[in-house]
Every structure is written in structure tokens, then in C-alpha cells.
């Protein structure tokens, strides 16, 4: 009896909302396999890259980084196939949860595995942002303090975390319900009962967006540091480039997660404070295929943003651009050549001694 009674309050919403536009447009299954497949292949390729430089990398500060980003592209390449694998499932029953799923145990695993994979990117990146601040900012201390032994234990740390979110509605006895495209499974967002049905998606979107604050935060401080201490020495040290190379992927997987993550968070945290109203499914819809988006960019980072493909693109670049360069330098050699000849007449005819040749050399490379 109370297991009927459980399955009509999780597909109560499904029912009321059965007469909305939401519901009644025909959701195609080809965007969440396209999804699926584009994000295997993105993120199946990018840890082969990052496996290839963990293994050949000495440098510690480095390997940390790196193995932090393998982690990252675990967790989005397991998202995709564990998510991507019960929305096929879900469609395969043509989305009749009461057939299927009469005791909602395929909503709360589907639930789970939504929030799960989605804060751990999210945790993942911003203890990646902490790592890389501590390893510019205090290179002392995170050579001699930290080790591989801290990192595996802040990497479950993370993922322990972002289980513990996932479970919290199965836990308190709110399980996840089918919303309202009857595509997924999520917190309980329509005309909340209590509390705790406000409390479950507000921890949900302020864990995430703090954890996009901090990453914020120190990606920002690092990357200060870096360009001050560029300034104060002219000449690039040895070990500035890496760093350099990390901050810029830290940066693009933080600018990939602002622009994904934030709408769903915001939205979220809208629709869990909000009085009654309309129907926001379209919205919300939205926001989560923009936020699956984040699992699939993620990984073209890594692929990208390397060292041996911004050397490439810079030499492309040079070659376009350097002929053009080139005959400025000429050109404007020329005309201080002209002008100091001018100036070496004027000196003999006064009496003053002309510039040398190293002194045009000089000149030219200062201004350039």
C-alpha cells in the first residue's frame, strides 16, 4: 500500500502537467545519442592524452595536476555512459514510467546519478583551482607538505562529497521524481510541500555555485601571481611555462563551467524559492542539456589546450603574420637609419660625434 502510494505522489506531477505544451511536444531520443556518443569519444580521447603525459611527466607539481585532470575525465566520460544508458532505457518504454518503473527505483538511481555526476565535475575543478594556487603562490610548501597520499585523499574527498548530495533525498525519504518532459529525474521542484523539498535543491545549487566561486577566486589570484612574478623577472625561469599552460586550462574549464553550470544552478534556486506559477519545463529542460554540454567541452580543453597545439598555432599564426612583421622591421630600421644619417651630417658640421652602428641596433630593438 505504501508503495502505491509512493509511485502516485512521484508521477503525480507527470499526470497533472499531462494537458502542458512541455509534455505534449515529442522529445527525440537522436540529441541524447548524439550527446552520448560525442561525449565518449571527447572524453575517451582526452584521457588518452593525459594518461601519455602522466606517465613520461617527472615534475610532481605537474603530475598532480594531471592526475587530477584524469579524474575530471573519468567522472564526465562515466557520466555520459551512465546517464546516456537510462535515457535510452527510458525511451525505450516510450517514457511510461508506470510500466517500467512502478516502485520508483530507476527515478531515484536516475536522480542519483544526475546530481552525482554533475557536482563532481564541479568539485573536481575547484579543488584543481586550490592545487594550482598553492603550487604558485607557495611553491615551498607544495613541494615539501603536500603528497600523492593528500591528492587521492582530497579526490575522495570530492567524489564522497558529491555522493553524499546525490543520497540525501533517497535518505530523508523524498525520493527523486519524473519531471515533467518524463525524459529524467530530479529534486521535487513543483509546488514544494515543506521544507526539506526546498532545502534538497537549494544545497544542490549553493554547493555548485560555490564551488564555481572558488574556483573563480583562485584561478584569478594565480593567475595575478603568475604575471607579476613575470614582471618582476624579465627573463621567463624555468617552470613558468607549464604553470602557464595549467592556469590557461584552469581558466577555459572554468569559463566552460560558468557558462554551462550557472543557468541550471541560478534556475534552480529560482524555481526552489518561487511561488506557485507557471509551468517552467521548457526552461528547465533547457538548462540541463546546457549543463551536459559542460561533461563534453570539458575534455576538448585537455586536447586543445596543450603545449605542442598553442606552439603550432602560434607558429601558424607567426607565418601569416610574420611577413608583415618583418617588413615593418625594415621599414622602420630604414627611416631611423635615414634619420641618423641626417643626425651624423649635422654632428660633423658642428663639431659633435655621430652615433655608431650599435647604437642604430640599439635603438631599433628598443623600439621594437
Not at 11 to 38: G, P, Q
Not at 92 to 115: L, N
Request: charged share 15%; aromatic share 10%; proline share 3%.
Amino acid at each position: 500500500m505504501s508503495a502505491n502510494g509512493s509511485s502516485e505522489t512521484r508521477y503525480r506531477s507527470e499526470v497533472r502537467d499531462t494537458n502542458s505544451t512541455c509534455c505534449h511536444k515529442e522529445l527525440s531520443v537522436t540529441a541524447s545519442v548524439i550527446s552520448m556518443t560525442v561525449g565518449i569519444f571527447s572524453n575517451g580521447a582526452a584521457l588518452f592524452i593525459l594518461l601519455k603525459s602522466y606517465k613520461r611527466l617527472r615534475i610532481k607539481s605537474r603530475a598532480f595536476f594531471l592526475l587530477f585532470a584524469s579524474s575530471l575525465v573519468v567522472t564526465d566520460l562515466l557520466g555520459h555512459l551512465v546517464n546516456g544508458s537510462l535515457v535510452l532505457y527510458v525511451y525505450r518504454f516510450q517514457r511510461k514510467w508506470e510500466t517500467f518503473d512502478p516502485h520508483g527505483i530507476v527515478c531515484s538511481i536516475f536522480g542519483a546519478c544526475m546530481v552525482f555526476f554533475g557536482l563532481s565535475p564541479l568539485f573536481l575543478s575547484s579543488a584543481m583551482a586550490v592545487e594550482r594556487f598553492i603550487g604558485v603562490t607557495k611553491p615551498i610548501f607544495h613541494s615539501t607538505v603536500l603528497s600523492s597520499h593528500h591528492i587521492k585523499r582530497l579526490l575522495g574527498l570530492t567524489w564522497l562529497l558529491a555522493a553524499l548530495v546525490a543520497l540525501l533525498p533517497v535518505l530523508l525519504q523524498r525520493p527523486y521524481e519524473v519531471q515533467s518532459s518524463r525524459s529524467w529525474c530530479f529534486f521535487h521542484m513543483d509546488q514544494p510541500k515543506d521544507w526539506l523539498d526546498v532545502l534538497l535543491p537549494l544545497i544542490f545549487s549553493v554547493l555548485g555555485l560555490m564551488a564555481l566561486l572558488l574556483s573563480i577566486v583562485c584561478n584569478t589570484l594565480a593567475s595575478c601571481a603568475l604575471l607579476l612574478g613575470r614582471l618582476r623577472n624579465k627573463q621567463l625561469c624555468r617552470g613558468t611555462s607549464y604553470h602557464v599552460e595549467m592556469i590557461c586550462q584552469l581558466l577555459a574549464i572554468m569559463l566552460v563551467s560558468c557558462m554551462c553550470w550557472g543557468p541550471l544552478l541560478i534556475h534552480v534556486i529560482i524555481l526552489s524559492v518561487r511561488a506557485k506559477g507557471e509551468s517552467t519545463c521548457f526552461r528547465l529542460l533547457t538548462t540541463i542539456r546546457m549543463a551536459t554540454w559542460n561533461q563534453i567541452l570539458d575534455p576538448w580543453v585537455y586536447i586543445l589546450l596543450r603545449k605542442a597545439v598553442l606552439r603550432k598555432i602560434f607558429l601558424l599564426f607567426h607565418g601569416c603574420c610574420g611577413s608583415k612583421l618583418h617588413s615593418f622591421h625594415h621599414w622602420q630600421r630604414s627611416v631611423l637609419g635615414s634619420s641618423v644619417e641626417t643626425n651624423k651630417s649635422d654632428c660633423c658640421h658642428h663639431g659633435r660625434i655621430p652615433l655608431p652602428d650599435t647604437a642604430i641596433k640599439s635603438i631599433t630593438r628598443a623600439s621594437l
